[in-house]
């Protein structure tokens, strides 16, 4: 097998694989190391070169050279003309950001002279995922609310997805004077949640002023993905009119109902219909109207609130919400007790996305 051949072997490799001798010059480094420590690579050259260090001065002659853990197990393993194993921790840059990363990394020597060595760096690709889904986590957070007011409504919101990225996407924004507030939840968990809610943000029709109309298109454009059955959306969308005092909306599926909270006490505002789905492609959904008065708290909750689970295998429950809202002063108010109730309740362990959002009437 010629050189080429036996590079791009190495290249299909999804372990980081790279040659260096005994003067710590760097021959070869393959497609999967590269990718792991940085878009700036060299193939070869210095150790400074391959992982894009920053340091100024020479490669081994820096002063946070004695800090580099790649630096210390070639050293030793030239010394010791013998296999080393370790882990280590270590620096590297990628898209303008330094991390911090875990990296397992066997080096062996080639022959025994002690001219040339391999390493392997065992968990690269899985470090390289695991920055992927940083990313990932960050761009979602990006989809969030920004804001405390919102077309002049004030308004609070919590988000805790139970992994890296969730199924829940809260939003809020201004259309026309009003103040729009849509809560969605998705079905699964994970990766493949996340990349439905980022559909929702991107197919929930923001200029459409008729919450009944966006959610149809919405559910038209869900069967146009091609999803199986086990695959759904649920949503709960608001549309506060401040001048006119009154609340429109319509759900999808929401088993999670949206409280209000006014001089009567607790009202659970139902609208039954089923979710975003190719259950029941073509069907139309429908908004209704609700009159508000000065001092109402308005409510969206995830059934990853109403189903948060204790230790006893108890769910936290409609009930629950309502108490915590009836003792509520205001929509942060509500939000930062909520929250506290879910940690005591559960212990802090979520299975779920937890999700609400909150408006001053």
């Known amino acids: 097998m010629t050189n080429g051949a036996l590079k791009k072997v190495f290249d299909r490799l999804p372990e980081g694989v790279f040659v260096f001798d005994d003067k710590l010059r760097v021959k070869f480094t393959n497609a999967a190391f590269r990718r792991s420590f940085s878009e700036n690579v060299k193939k070869r050259g210095t150790l400074k070169a391959v992982l894009a260090c920053t340091e100024t001065d020479a490669c081994g002659m820096g002063a ?30 990628r898209g303008g950001q330094t991390d911090k990363l875990s990296v397992r990394i066997r ?49 609070s919101y919590m988000y805790i997805p139970c992994f890296d990225v ?76 401040k001048a006119a005092q009154t609340l429109k909306y319509t759900s999808a599926g929401h088993n999670a109902p949206i409280l209000l909270k006014n001089s009567l006490g607790i009202n659970e505002i139902e609208s039954p219909a089923p979710p975003v789905s190719n259950w029941m492609p073509d069907y139309v959904y429908s908004e209704r ?5 000065k001092g109402d708290i308005l409510a969206l909750v995830t059934d990853g609130v109403t189903e948060c689970m204790n230790a006893k295998g108890e769910l936290f429950g409609i009930e629950r919400t309502e108490s915590v809202l009836a003792q509520s002063r205001g929509a942060e108010d509500f939000i930062g007790k909520l929250k506290s109730a879910l940690q005591v309740f559960s212990g802090g362990r979520f299975s779920d996305d937890i999700t609400a959002i909150a408006f001053d009437l």
């Open 289 to 293: 109207e609700l009159p508000f008065d």
């Open 166 to 241: 969730g199924g829940d996407l809260p939003d809020v924004y201004e259309l026309n004077g009003q103040t729009y507030g849509v809560l969605a939840d998705v079905s699964g968990k994970g990766v493949s949640a996340g990349m439905l809610s980022a559909f929702v943000k991107a197919g929930f029709d923001r200029k459409q002023p008729d919450l009944a109309k966006a959610l149809t298109q919405l559910n038209t454009k869900f069967n146009e993905l091609g999803q199986d059955e086990r695959s759904y959306i649920t949503v709960a969308a608001v549309r506060i009119d």
């Open 64 to 93: 946070k050279c004695g800090y580099c853990a790649f630096l210390r197990a070639m050293r030793a393993a030239i010394a010791d003309n013998c296999e080393q194993t370790e882990t280590l921790q270590t620096s590297v840059r």
């Open 107 to 155: 080096i062996l020597p080639v022959d025994e002279s002690g001219k040339l060595f391999v390493g392997l760096t065992d968990g690269t690709y899985q470090t390289e995922m695991e920055r992927e889904m940083l990313s990932a986590k960050q761009m979602q957070q990006r989809l969030l609310p920004a804001g405390k007011s919102m077309g002049g409504v004030p308004y």
